[in-house]
């Protein structure tokens, strides 16, 4: 009985995909912190949370990419989040609105080893 068991449970344990990696930025004028500097490839859920008092939303582009994600904006006290596959490199994020970017809105994530 204790080896059907085990024999049955192997394919399911093999099927499991690994759970997303999660990413917290938290911002606030002006500046972000990143909970984590790196990632693994593969899924990710990425969360900004607003510590400030002005809106503020992110933009993430792997440096030599094309693609941009997004969360919009998100208001003071609130949370935003996306899902993504994220490709090995480095990435940049930053705030999009208005001048929050040169005034200290961005930072760099390595995705991968
Ligand atoms: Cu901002």
């Not at 510590?51 to 994600?69: C, F, P, V």
């Not at 490709?87 to 005034?103: M, P």
Request: hydrophobic fraction near 40%; charge should be positive; charged fraction near 20%.
């Amino acid at each position: 009985m204790g080896a059907i068991l085990a024999v049955a449970l192997v394919p399911v344990a093999t099927a499991s995909s690994p759970p997303p990696a999660r990413l917290q930025i938290s911002a606030d004028e002006f500046g972000v912190a990143l909970s984590r500097s790196s990632i693994p490839t593969g899924p990710a859920i990425v969360e900004l949370v607003n510590y400030g008092e002005d809106d503020h939303d992110l933009a993430l582009r792997r440096i030599g990419g094309k693609r941009t994600y997004r969360i919009g904006i998100v208001h003071p006290g609130q949370t935003g989040s996306l899902e993504a596959r994220l490709r090995a490199g480095r990435f940049t994020l930053w705030c999009t609105l208005a001048d929050h970017r040169s005034r200290g809105m961005q930072a760099t994530l390595r995705v991968g080893s």
